[in-house]
């Protein structure tokens, strides 16, 4: 299989209120192959204003990725991504549900409004942080997204 | 008294041979009988009629009634007055009662006689008359009374309320209790009919039952419905009723019982919002308690990681700590979560062979089973209704606690067997592990109780009691037999609804 072209600069926006797994993952970005950006925005609002380029956002960088957190104060993550999917141009990002949940119903309503996967947080950090190395290896070194 | 019985049969008139079988049977009876000619002279008196006047039947014949049947009070004697009326010709009276007094003297005996006439043909040849012991009658008839005032007193002073209600709807009777739970006097209630004081959202119920009992379908019919209250309120009952027929079997009325149970609803509602909340509680607790403590292990692993070369053995020593206790703590977490979950998050149950959660059990056992060498044999697993998560979370905890608590010098041997009994399945695990003392059966099954320390046989004391919910919730029992040295079986019951609805016996 030829390689695929890496990107020179990916940029991944991680929508998540806890500044802890905001900061784990960058930790884990941080040893990555792939040159990335980072994101964190802490609610779903927010979320929406950088993906729209509201004001406050007009510089804001199309992500190749969006991190989602499910259960965050003011909009939560269930809402964005249905916002993002109604969405013509904002709908081909693919997002990575990220949350500490691992309840059935969260697991089908995410994948009903077309999530690209749901990973539930592990536990353990040593896990977490290869789950985040995994994410950015499967969907910047094996997938192909569009450009 | 079997030599005086010829002479007594041939007393009966003209014993001219055809008459014995009846003289026989007369004399069998219990009722006195007496035939006496045109003039009131005794012509036959049968043994009873014997007993009751003191007279031989040989000595009586020729007698005057009114001598044998010796008066006790003066005149007017309504018996000779209806004799006389019979010879006189007039037609059969009513019974009429005298009272006897016994030849030999003793107490007067009261008496029922009928006297009808003796004709052959046109002929009037004299009066018959039977007489019987009226203090049979009144004890018969006492008895009845008692019984009916009993069942009077049964219904009219119970403590619940009971109506009796007639086949068009209409409250026939009904007692003190049911007008006093629905606040109306009986005679309010006797004029209304069921459907008025019926909460419209349960007259369909009502109608059910009443056309079932009608039909036939059913011979007593349970319910709970709301009757309206004379203040407008509803009062929940549970009601029983049953339809009384006569003997053609023509529905004569309904009987019902009603039972006030607005407060043990109200309680029992209370208490359903209680758990439910509880649950809730449990679970938003345990899903916000992890949040943190992620992040103290987390960190305090990281921290381990990037700086753990600079720090000192005391230093390593304290982190190590730190992580062993947020870890377990997440064990709890997750463990309390899934406790909470058993109710809360149940699916529901539908017919599963046992044979497929086992399998996901052992499947999630695979690596502790290869390392410990454990063997696990299971025969005849038979289909339930159930929650398949749930019942591998079963065979999960108990396969895995047999490996835990398994003997230092033997591999482990699990046995998975079923027995039926009762309309149940009985599931037994059976291992050769270390054992548990007798008095520690029921402690096994609380919540957080471990009798074991953390460094001997880690666990967060949830593992049975959360095999006590799952098997609760699908309406079980499980209990534990051992002894230590000699091995664990755990028992686990299981209604058998499969083949019951199939109306199957296995």
């Given amino acids: ?147 | 008294m079997e030599t005086r019985s010829p002479r007594q049969s041939a007393a009966l008139v003209n014993a001219d041979g055809a008459c014995r079988p009846w003289s026989a049977m007369l004399d069998a009876i219990d009722e006195a009988v007496v035939a006496v000619d045109r003039g009131g002279r005794v012509v036959a008196l049968n043994r009873a009629g014997a007993r009751l006047t003191g007279w031989a039947a040989d000595e009586a014949l020729g007698a005057p009634l009114a001598e044998v049947f010796a008066r006790a009070a003066d005149p007017p004697d309504p018996l000779l007055d209806a004799v006389a009326a019979a010879l006189g010709g007039a037609p059969d009276a009513a019974p009429v009662d005298a009272e006897v007094r016994a030849r030999q003297g003793g107490e007067p005996h009261g008496v029922r006689c009928r006297v009808v006439a003796w004709r052959e043909g046109d002929a009037l040849l004299g009066a018959l008359v039977t007489a019987v012991s009226r203090e049979r009658e009144l004890v018969a008839d006492r008895n009845a009374h008692r019984v009916e005032e009993r069942f009077r007193s049964f219904f009219d002073d119970a403590p619940i309320g009971k109506s009796m209600t007639g086949p068009d709807g209409r409250l026939l009777r009904v007692n003190d209790a049911f007008g006093a739970m629905l606040g109306r006097s009986r005679e309010e209630m006797e004029r209304i009919s069921y459907a008025d004081i019926t909460h419209p959202e349960d007259l369909e119920q009502s109608l059910t039952c009443v056309t079932d009992l009608l039909a036939g379908r059913a011979d007593h019919w349970v319910m709970e419905k709301r009757y309206r209250h004379a203040d407008g309120r509803y009062v929940w009952a549970r009601v029983t009723t049953a339809i009384e027929r006569d003997a053609d079997g023509a529905p004569l009325y309904f009987l019902t019982h009603a039972q006030d149970i607005s407060e043990l609803r109200a309680q029992r509602e209370a208490l359903v919002e209680s758990n439910r909340e509880l649950e809730q509680f449990a679970y938003v607790a345990s899903h916000d308690l992890q949040e943190p403590l992620r992040m103290v292990a987390s960190f305090t692993q990281l921290l381990a990681k990037r700086y753990g070369d600079a720090l000192d053995e005391d230093a390593r020593d304290y982190i190590r700590f730190a992580v062993d206790g947020a870890n377990r703590m997440q064990r709890l977490i997750q463990d309390l979560l899934s406790y909470a979950r058993v109710g809360s998050r149940g699916r529901e149950l539908t017919p599963i062979s046992l044979s497929g959660p086992l399998a996901d059990a052992l499947v999630a056992l695979q690596t502790v089973i290869r390392e410990t060498g454990a063997m696990i044999v299971q025969r005849d697993l038979p289909v339930v209704r159930g929650d398949r998560g749930q019942l591998m979370q079963l065979f999960q905890n108990l396969i895995g606690n047999a490996i835990k608590f398994r003997r230092a010098d033997e591999p482990p041997r699990i046995a998975v067997s079923t027995t039926h009994a009762n309309g149940e399945w009985v599931i037994a695990v059976r291992d050769n592990g270390i054992g548990i003392e007798a008095r520690y059966f029921e402690r096994v099954f609380t919540i957080f109780q471990r009798l074991h320390a953390q460094h001997e046989y880690p666990g967060t004391g949830i593992g049975l009691p959360l095999c006590k919910r799952i098997v609760n919730r699908h309406g079980g029992r499980i209990w534990l037999e051992s002894e230590p040295g000699a091995g664990t079986t755990f028992y686990f019951t299981l209604p058998d609804t499969v083949s019951a609805a199939d109306g199957e016996d296995k």
């Fill in chain 1, 1 to 147: 299989m030829a390689p695929l072209p890496i990107p020179e600069v990916v940029s991944i926006l991680l929508v998540d209120d806890s500044l802890g797994d905001a900061r784990l993952a960058r930790e884990a970005l941080r040893e990555s192959k792939v040159d990335n950006a980072m994101y964190h925005l802490t609610d779903g609002a927010q979320a929406l204003a950088f993906l729209r380029r509201e004001p406050g956002y007009e510089e804001a960088t199309r992500p190749d990725l969006i991190l989602l957190d499910l259960n965050m104060p003011r909009m939560d993550g269930r809402e964005v991504l249905a916002e993002l999917k109604r969405d013509a141009d904002l709908r081909r990002i693919p997002v990575v549900i990220l949350t500490c949940s691992d309840d059935e119903h969260d697991i089908r309503l995410s994948y009903d409004l077309q999530a690209n996967c749901f990973i539930t947080k592990p536990i353990d950090m040593n896990q977490f942080i290869k789950v985040v190395s995994s994410i950015e290896d499967f969907w910047f070194s094996i997938v192909r997204l569009p450009k």
